[in-house]
């Protein structure tokens, strides 16, 4: 199932509206082809006894705020983007992020390059530049990414606020232990020295330069997989960092210098697997010099199915309670021998939707995607690490596909829910369950309490339910 889009045509749902009292709008996607598809119905009465499964929505139970949900500005997805037409590009952008679309909120910037460019690439590339006075921005940064043509757009285009957070890959060369932009290597000495505060810096700059395109960032992760890096091929752009180290930086050199600056960024940490979970972040939050310099958890999803959400997202909520988590890296088509790629692959997104109910259930704030668009080989990728997106462009035709984790992703940002419920409030499940349904999720939504009436072992049923801001609740289901 794919929605091919062209200069004249791309799908688009039909606008929310509010159910009245007693009513709700549900919004499906099938396999068999269903595309966010609108429908409406009423509340029967309370029946003392189901026929079917029942949900009861306890709306006085409130777990966590939600962030957001988005994808990423890599750029191999800006080079995609711009390989099409000015009017399709504009279609493209717009399903993501306009009111039309399914209005991304979070948006993810590499900081200098990622496996996911066409070549490797720093911003600060003289030697022992401690000063960074020759520190400038990459072409593809001025040129794609930070002005016109894609990310001020993508800004013009959203009505909501969007949050943007920046992650780098790796250090100039002379600042890491092995003397190159790619491959395994540490930042040289330790905290509090020289090199430590010029990387530092290096993100204040890197903010500055941003900032004078009027483009401004709500966080920065401390580094992009810095465990993951010392498992990396050699090609790849990484600097390591222990949870010591990580700590050590943070309350040295990266919060004073980011509290010293005029921007309001702070820094998501660990930015990996949640493997490491709670243990690094009890390394790291429990030092009161790194900690407040912290504003939330990041984690990437590779590695989900080696540790129970419960022991590691579960676990750090319980530990630091005030501290959110949000997921933000995830992509399908990973470690592939075949097919990175695989167009209208229902079960890649089916995979989306189980990742964000299973994560939203254990405390997570937000979900974020990896790149926003790529080619029809999962690049470009310079390593030739490629991967699926929830948009393929073939520039050659001038035509994106919005795949199944595009649909899948768009019942959190937007889709069809229960209207008009209070505490309490209850959603009979007949016996054909539904499909995921929701409406919009917006930034500030929090997770309720949900009971089922009982297990229901064929259906296979997943689901999540939320209470918006204008007092909504919103319920989604997944029938896997």
Not at 79 to 95: M, V
Not at 321 to 335: D, M, Q, W
């Amino acid at each position: 199932m794919v929605c091919v889009c062209n200069a004249t045509y791309c799908d688009a749902p039909e606008p929310p509206a509010l159910p009245p009292p007693g009513a709700y709008v549900k919004y499906e996607s099938s396999k068999a082809g269903k595309r966010l598809e609108r429908s409406q119905g009423t509340f029967g009465p309370r029946l003392p006894r189901a026929p079917g499964l029942l949900l009861t929505l306890n709306t006085s139970e409130r777990y966590q705020r939600i962030k957001g949900f988005g994808g990423s500005l890599s750029d191999a997805a800006a080079i995609n983007i711009l390989a099409l037409s000015a009017p399709t590009q504009d279609r493209l952008l717009r399903s993501y992020f306009s009111e039309e679309g399914i209005e991304y909120n979070l948006l993810r910037v590499p900081m200098g390059c990622s496996d996911f460019s066409e070549r490797p690439y720093s911003y600060a590339d003289v030697p022992h530049d401690y000063e960074l006075r020759h520190f400038q921005l990459a072409k593809e940064d001025t040129g794609m990414k930070a002005s016109i043509p894609v990310l001020q757009r993508v800004l013009a285009l959203s009505k909501r606020p969007l949050s943007l957070f920046a992650s780098p890959w790796t250090a100039p060369a002379w600042l890491k232990s092995n003397g190159a932009v790619r491959g395994k290597g540490v930042l040289k000495g330790r905290a509090g020295d020289r090199h430590h505060r010029t990387w530092a810096n290096y993100f204040v700059r890197f903010l500055d330069e941003y900032a004078k395109r009027n483009v401004t960032f709500w966080a920065v992760t401390a580094q992009n997989e810095p465990r993951a890096a010392l498992l990396a091929p050699p090609a790849f752009p990484t600097v390591a960092f222990s949870a010591a180290q990580q700590r050590d930086f943070i309350a040295r050199d990266l919060g004073p210098a980011l509290a010293r600056s005029p921007h309001a960024a702070r820094v998501l940490i660990l930015d990996d697997q949640r493997s490491h979970l709670p243990a690094w972040a009890q390394v790291v939050l429990r030092n009161g010099s790194a900690a407040r310099h912290v504003l939330g958890v990041g984690v990437h999803w590779y590695l989900d199915a080696l540790v129970p959400a419960r022991c590691s997202l579960g676990a750090t909520h319980r530990l630091f309670p005030r501290v959110p988590l949000l997921y933000t890296e995830a992509c399908s088509g990973f470690l592939t021998l075949r097919f990175a790629v695989a167009l209208g692959c229902w079960q890649r997104g089916d995979s989306y939707s189980h990742s964000i109910l299973t994560v939203l259930n254990h405390f997570v704030a937000g979900w974020t995607d990896w790149n926003l668009a790529l080619d029809l080989e999962g690049g470009p990728n310079w390593v030739r690490n490629y991967v699926d997106s929830p948009v393929i462009v073939d520039g050659a035709r001038d035509v994106f596909y919005k795949q199944p984790m595009f649909y899948h992703l768009g019942h959190f940002r937007w889709a069809g829910g229960a209207g008009g419920l209070g505490a309490g409030g209850r959603w009979q499940h007949p016996q054909r369950p539904l499909c995921p349904c929701s409406k919009f999720i917006p930034e500030g939504s929090r997770r309720v309490g949900l009971a089922s009436s009982r297990r229901c072992l064929l259906c296979e049923l997943e689901h999540v339910a939320l209470l918006r801001p204008d007092g909504t609740a919103v319920l989604v289901v997944l029938n896997r």
